[in-house]
């Protein structure tokens, strides 16, 4: 039962590479996040999206583009992977702004 | 965005109350302070948040300042699972969500 999920858990990939990470929520809610943890243990958040709708768009290059197909996913595709993109990405999603729900991460590997 | 300010760890004994302080000095009259903790290899997880009087909830209590300049994460009883990164989070400017991440207070319980 789980309440977000994400897939893959890992992924190693060439710099050059395109790849998407997948995240789902069962929980209902109108509101899904993707989140970037780098090597430093730094959280930021990169993008937001309620009801299909963007609404937070930080400063991520625009190698980065979300895709919301329903309010129930929120897909990262990454284009032209560098070195500098690994890290661990978390998906959350959320009803009430303050009260977030993260998936388990997929830790980015770029050789 | 204003942030906050947490000591970056702290120790505490099992079963023993934790006290962990947050700085806001600058924060606003409407905004909300909402702790979240992470445990190693997970993904970020809601404890509570508040906005002028102390909250409780199962997992801890929240207690702020009359000025709301500071706040304190009181863990009743620490046990072993409560070894985490907590944060301390002024949600960002405007209601979209957006919580910003400091470094946290790496608390490390002792058996």
């Known amino acids: 039962d789980t309440a977000v999920s994400q897939t893959p858990k890992y992924l190693v990939t060439q710099m050059g590479n395109d790849k998407s990470i997948k995240c789902e929520q069962n929980l209902g809610h109108d509101t899904m996040y993707w989140y970037k943890q780098d090597s430093k243990k730094f959280l930021k958040i990169m993008f937001s999206y309620n009801n299909k709708e963007l609404i937070i768009n930080e400063t991520v290059p625009n190698r980065f583009s979300p895709k919301s197909p329903d309010k129930a996913h929120l897909n990262l595709h990454i284009n032209s992977l560098e070195l500098g993109d690994s890290a661990v990405y978390f998906c959350?999603?959320?009803?009430?702004?303050?009260?977030?729900?993260f998936g388990p991460g997929t830790r980015l590997t770029v050789t | 965005d204003a942030k906050t300010t947490q000591p970056n760890s702290m120790e505490s004994n099992e079963e023993e109350p934790v006290h962990l302080p947050c700085n806001h000095s600058t924060i606003s009259g409407t905004d909300y302070i909402h702790w979240y903790r992470q445990l190693p290899s997970q993904g970020p997880e809601y404890v509570i948040h508040?906005?002028?009087s102390n909250v409780n909830n199962r997992m801890a209590s929240l207690a702020i300042a009359e000025d709301r300049k500071s706040s304190t994460l009181i863990l009743h009883r620490a046990t072993l699972r409560d070894a985490a990164v907590y944060y301390c989070i002024r949600p960002g400017s405007g209601n979209t969500g957006k919580l910003i991440f400091g470094q946290g207070t790496t608390l490390q319980v002792k058996p």
């Open positions: 508040g906005l002028t």
């Open positions: 959350a999603s959320s009803q009430r702004e303050y009260e977030q729900y």
